[in-house]
């Protein structure tokens, strides 16, 4: 289970796991995987990353362990995402055209994406409570690589013939290392996974769609920070840094607060149930979502943007 495995990396990489801590204090709301676990899984990723027992990972392992450390030396953000968001984007198609990514700009190449606990949940029963997430750019290697810390994490080459890869990793609670990737052409196509086998383990026909339905979530996150800000709840503001006092090394850090995505201020769809057997039952459906690229801006510029069609619930 995750917690032996935690407990194991807790005792094998303490300074790393006291760095973490120091350098970023979070203070993760309750119904979330805590800082405690997650400080210790990057810990981790940060002693094999920089070329310690590097031999003792699988592809997947070594890509995970990667895009966590970079998120850690960049300082990305975590954002944990509300309940009726997820279902939302569950419930929602992904469009695939030759424009999916086209012109995507992110505010943002690296993030962590906190799901609410046993929210999701794998084909093995163990649930996955977070992603690490990273879009690597072939023009632009300099986000895909961070030294701090006296830490680093180099950049790591883009596919040949693609021209972005978009990445999600976790690892779920049965210490399960689960990565999904997929390339962008330079048209914006996400080009379908090649069917190479990163880890250890052969992966069965269920566990394909459980990395589809992630990559969804995955890809409708990153739509939904470029072209929804609305769905983004305010920064919070750090508490404070007490003032450093005789006898103090130091001040205090501040503590760090993740993002809410599912704002709560705008009334998202709502997920009701069909009672079975109910007279209605036959009519009442829901219907699925969508995302819609449309024109915007001047006529002359033809201006793109993706605009999501939110699930509803059609009565008959």
């Known amino acids: 289970m995750l917690s032996d495995v935690l407990k194991m990396l807790g005792e094998a990489v303490p300074e790393n796991i006291a760095l973490v801590r120091a350098d970023s204090p979070y203070q993760i709301p309750k119904g979330f995987m805590s800082w405690d676990k997650l400080s210790i899984l990057v810990g981790a990723a940060l002693e094999f990353t920089n070329g310690r027992n590097p031999g003792a990972q699988d592809a997947a392992t070594f890509l995970h362990n990667h895009r966590l450390s970079l998120w850690f030396l960049q300082r990305a953000p975590i954002y944990t995402m509300r309940l009726e968001l997820l279902r939302a984007f569950q419930a929602t198609d992904v469009v695939h055209d030759n424009t999916l990514m086209a012109d995507l700009d992110p505010p943002l190449s690296t993030f962590m994406l906190l799901f609410p606990s046993n929210s999701i949940v794998t084909p093995e029963g163990y649930p996955l409570d977070f992603a690490v997430v990273h879009l690597a750019d072939h023009d632009h290697p300099d986000r895909s690589t961070a030294r701090r810390l006296g830490l680093e994490a180099q950049s790591l080459k883009v596919n040949p013939g693609a021209e972005r890869n978009l990445h999600w990793s976790s690892i779920d609670g049965g210490e399960v290392v689960w990565f999904g990737g997929m390339d962008v052409d330079t048209e914006g196509t ?78 998202g769809p709502s997920l009701p149930k069909v009672v079975p057997g109910h007279h209605s039952s036959p009519q009442a459906h829901w219907r699925r979502g969508h995302w819609r690229r449309v024109s915007v801006g001047p006529r002359d510029q033809q201006g793109r943007k993706w605009v999501w069609i939110q699930p509803t619930f059609v009565n008959g």
């Open 190 to 267: 996400l080009l379908e996974p090649d069917g190479r086998q990163l880890g250890d383990t052969a992966l069965t026909e269920a566990d394909y769609e459980f990395t589809r339905g992630m990559r969804s979530v995955i890809i409708q996150t990153v739509l939904a920070l470029t072209y929804r800000p609305d769905l983004l709840e305010a920064e919070p503001t750090p508490e404070p840094t007490r003032a450093n006092r005789p006898g103090r090394a130091r001040a205090t850090p501040k503590v760090l607060r993740p993002r809410w995505l599912g704002n709560s201020t705008k009334k």
